[in-house]
């Protein structure tokens, strides 16, 4: 049986589903009806639930998946459960965890970060926007979740005001100018995470984590292709969830150099690359630094 501050799930005979903070003084109004939350109460989880018009609810217990999709409102796309869970695995986010997100968004992230890391552990979530703000913290209070979410207002290009994180996300439109501050909020060895939704912006984003303290990257995306789950006509969806973005992964860290590791031909490749622009960015500096003329 629900209790008082307990999530709870209403899906309707055409599937639809709304997620409430249980009130047995509450009502669901709805096309289908008014639902007393007392008949929740009384149906439990796994049980139906009848609204005024004969119509039946089942009642369930939300997953974390449920509250992303269901359960908050949104003005800005959002990330989806495929990336979210890749994201909390691949920063180790778990009970205890202080975690970093910039920016905040509609707040799809802040709710799993709030959920996962528990009530030993601490969500830091930045957002310039004040609009999108409180509309982080209005789905944060509609999932029941939030007490361990501290919200910062402002853009991070100034730095952050954490220097021991465990971990950090960061989505912005420009990640190369943030890769400093970034390395300067998390502790030694902490992974990190950066959101980029077009190719170009991973370009810049690598070529600025060559001058960072960073090594161990990964830059990859998430693709969902459901099936259709019919025994006799088992077939994939006409439609799927393909590219949303591209997500970066690294750890605070020097580079190994060199003469420290083992390379193969792509590596050498690559870091033949990185020396070449090295030595462009050098040129660059030292031309700003006599003015940009030489002398003929």
């Known amino acids: 049986m629900p209790t008082p501050g307990q999530l709870v799930m209403l899906i309707s005979p ?18 289908e009806g008014v639902i007393e939350m007392t008949a929740v109460a009384e149906a439990g ?43 909390l695995v691949r920063l180790g986010i778990g009970s205890g965890t202080h975690v970093i997100e ?19 552990g601490k969500v830091y979530t930045y957002e310039r926007r004040l609009e999108f703000a409180k509309l982080v913290r209005q789905n ?4 029941g979740l939030g007490n361990n979410v501290e919200q910062f207002e402002g853009d991070v290009i100034e730095g952050f005001k954490q220097n021991d994180a465990h971990a950090l996300f960061l989505d912005v439109r420009d990640p190369w100018n943030h890769v400093h501050n970034v390395a300067n909020a998390v502790r030694p060895g902490a992974p990190v995470c ?32 459901r099936w259709k789950p019919i025994p006799d006509r088992l077939r994939p969806e006409d439609r799927m969830i393909a590219h949303t973005g591209f997500l970066i992964f ?20 690559q870091e033949a690359a990185r020396l070449k622009r090295e030595v462009a960015r050098q040129a660059d500096e030292d031309g700003l630094g006599n003015g940009g003329d030489e002398e003929e």
């Open 14 to 31: 055409k599937g639809k589903r709304y997620v409430r903070v249980f009130d047995p003084t509450d009502q669901l109004h709805c096309n």
């Open 45 to 87: 989880f796994g049980g139906i639930a009848i609204t005024h018009l004969d119509k039946s609810f089942r009642v369930v217990r939300p997953t974390l998946h449920d509250l992303i999709k269901y359960g908050i409102k949104r003005q800005t796309q959002i990330l989806y459960p495929k990336e979210i869970g890749y994201i």
């Open 102 to 120: 910039a920016g905040s968004g509609s707040g799809g992230l802040t709710v799993a970060l709030s959920h996962v890391v528990g009530d030993t």
């Open 140 to 143: 944060l209070n509609r999932c």
């Open 194 to 225: 950066f959101l980029a939704p077009v190719v170009n912006q991973v370009s810049m984003l690598l070529e600025a984590l060559e001058t960072a303290p960073f090594d161990d990257i990964e830059v990859l995306e998430i693709l969902v292709r």
């Open 250 to 269: 690294a750890r605070q860290q020097e580079p190994m150099e060199p003469g420290q590791k083992t390379l193969g031909t792509r590596e050498r490749k």
